[in-house]
């Protein structure tokens, strides 16, 4: 039977709308895609029913917010019962929120595809340790499922014993949803305590947040949210920040009213709503956000008092504010420990900015693959050697994971800026600038403390331009002709190099799964991992790179570039002479 998804660790995702328009809202699939969600529960269940030792596990299984996903849920629930799983089925849930409340569980299944757009969708899987299945167990399961949907008379087979339970046994799992989401979101709340303080300990949590509620209680302050119909809007969020007397504003609750990836672009709708709400007086509102869909995601807006207007952050700034948060909180916590190493696990294409940060307040910058489990992973690799991992994540999306959460969370981002803001007296900005060499003032707001960061220009990660079609699938090969093309190109290029951009030497990085790889000879060893060119300056210092890899989850070629220093038109040279060396080799 054929597919058609692709089956990345990040999700397994396709168009599921029965129209196979991707923007279509419709709630209709196909009878082929009700027996792949069969076939993927079935899979699933062996898979978790192994691992656990349980001949009964116990599943948890949400939905985010689009059309198609009660549909793919039922039919899950179908094959579950008859599989013998019992099934917490919590309807529309956050990402986050179901991981949390699997922490509990025996593994967990999460229908959604993250910020593609609304006619898409796809299944999560995952055990209970707060993530999804990393790309090694993922593969298993990839491995399973495709062996299975080549057996026609398998799938009918299949199909037909799920769809015999009884309207009682399905009843019976539709029943406790109500109790199923009540307790994700108390088991979430729960754990975004843990994760924004940095422990379980109740009693150190009161008095974090106490020291929080009484900056906020001298010092106002208001978020608001464009929920854009996603699943956080059922989340949270609302009752968490009216708890810490935050004032909480909201637009487009219950409607995908516009595109689902949170990026710049679409970031517009919040900012304009910031701004209404300083005309009317709300001049509390210092941030807002955007979650994508599954909500795991949100990049943010903030308040700009000198210029008065909303300013949209890019996802690398979102991300280097959030690594300077918590890895000053990381120091505040720990630096009296002997032992204490703190490291930060990023992506590939994450800005050079995040390794100034780090070094200027002791820390280390490990990378990794694209992909959240690939961060992940490294992250608790790099803790099984001693280092202390608090902040993680992908600065090319801005996404931040927090530990001991393992996947992303606008909450945890929001709360760390909050706490930028909120701790001062030998607080977290002043302990920044006391290492970076940046002056202090008692002060300071949000826009001091963004125009403290170190200064870099990079792609943004939705832009057109940092995105190919190519016609070459095997990426070794187009990497290997990219390779020919660059070096030849290079030896005319050297002496322009240097003398515009003081670009005198390169090299070639290369990341798969966990591991980089520096100094790499043979472009085409990255395969469908990531290649970047460092490019370095006299004193062999980092002052640029271009990076590429083909999408694990949408099917295009990804570019990016980043350059030290407010050098824009150094940026734009340098990714347009990548793309021209990708066209010739493709």
């Known amino acids: 039977m054929e597919h058609n998804m692709i089956l990345s660790a990040s999700g397994w ?23 792949i969600a069969v076939i993927a529960a079935d899979v699933f269940f062996d898979y978790i029913s192994k691992t656990s030792g349980q001949e009964a596990p116990v599943i948890a299984l949400g939905i985010d917010a689009r059309p198609t996903g009660p549909a793919l849920a039922d039919a899950m629930i179908h094959a579950l019962v008859k599989k013998g799983a019992i099934i917490q089925y919590s ?94 979101l108390s088991a979430y709340k729960n ?63 219950f409607e995908i009213a516009h595109e689902i990836i949170p990026e710049a672009e679409n970031l517009v709708h919040v900012a304009a709503e910031m701004e209404r709400l300083h005309k009317e007086g709300h001049s509390e509102v210092v941030l807002g956000y955007m979650p994508d869909c599954d909500g795991d995601r949100g990049n943010i807006v903030y308040w700009d008092e000198k210029a008065a207007k909303a300013v949209i952050l890019k996802a690398q700034e979102v991300f280097s504010l ?9 120091i505040w916590q720990h630096s009296d420990e002997k032992d204490f190493k703190p490291a930060v696990a990023v992506n590939c294409p994450t800005s050079m900015r995040i390794n100034e940060i780090a070094s200027s307040l002791g820390a280390e910058v490990f990378r990794a693959e694209v992909g959240e489990a690939n961060v992940v992973n490294l992250a608790r690799e790099k803790r099984s050697e001693g280092y202390t991992v608090r902040i993680l994540g992908e600065g090319s999306n801005g996404g931040t994971i927090t530990y001991p959460a393992a996947v ?11 706490k930028l803001l909120a701790m001062r007296e030998g607080g977290l900005y002043e302990l920044w600038c006391n290492k970076s060499g940046n002056k202090y003032k008692e002060d300071f707001t949000l826009t001091d403390i963004i125009s403290s960061l170190p200064l870099y220009t990079t792609t943004g990660v939705s832009e057109p331009r940092a995105v190919l079609k190519v016609k070459t699938t095997d990426h070794a090969k187009l990497k290997a002709a990219f390779q020919k093309a660059f070096e030849a190109a290079w030896k005319k290029k050297a002496s322009d190099l240097k003398k515009k ?3 005198t030497d390169w090299e070639a990085v290369i990341t798969k799964g966990t591991k980089e790889t520096c100094g790499v000879k043979d472009f085409s060893e990255s395969g469908k991992g990531g290649l970047k060119i460092v490019f370095k300056d006299k004193d062999s210092k980092p002052v640029a790179f ?41």
């Open 191 to 253: 754990f975004i305590n843990e994760t924004i303080t940095g422990t379980e300990n109740k009693e150190y949590q009161t008095d974090f947040f106490g020291m929080l509620d009484s900056y906020i209680t001298t010092h106002p302050l208001g978020v608001v949210c464009d929920f854009n119909g996603s699943s956080r809007y059922q989340s949270i969020d609302r009752d968490y920040f009216k708890e810490r007397h935050i004032n909480f504003y909201s637009i487009n609750d």
């Open 322 to 330: 959030s690594v300077l948060a918590e890895l000053t909180y990381s």
């Open 546 to 586: 271009i990076w590429m890899r083909g999408s694990g989850t949408e099917p295009v070629f990804r570019i990016m570039c980043d350059v030290k220093g407010d050098k824009p038109d150094m940026e734009k040279a340098l990714l347009e002479w990548e793309t021209d060396l990708i066209k010739k080799a493709d």
């Open 501 to 503: 951009y003081g670009i």
């Open 408 to 418: 992303r969370d606008p909450l945890n981002t929001i709360f760390a800026l909050l």
């Open 91 to 184: 309807a529309v849930t956050a990402a986050p929120e179901i991981m949390a409340y699997a922490k509990k569980l025996d593994g967990f299944i999460y229908i959604s595809a993250s910020h593609n757009p609304v006619g898409h969708n796809g299944i999560k899987f995952g055990t209970n340790d707060g993530g999804v299945l990393c790309g090694a167990e993922n593969a298993k399961l990839v491995e399973d499922f495709l062996a299975r949907l080549k057996d026609d008379n398998g799938v009918a087979e299949a199909v037909k014993k799920a769809y015999s339970c009884t309207t009682s046994e399905l009843k019976a799992v539709y029943d406790v949803k109500d109790s199923s989401k009540h307790n994700a």
């Open 13 to 35: 995702r396709k168009v599921f709308a029965a129209s196979g328009d991707e923007q279509d809202k419709s709630p209709e699939i196909t009878e082929t895609d009700r027996s």
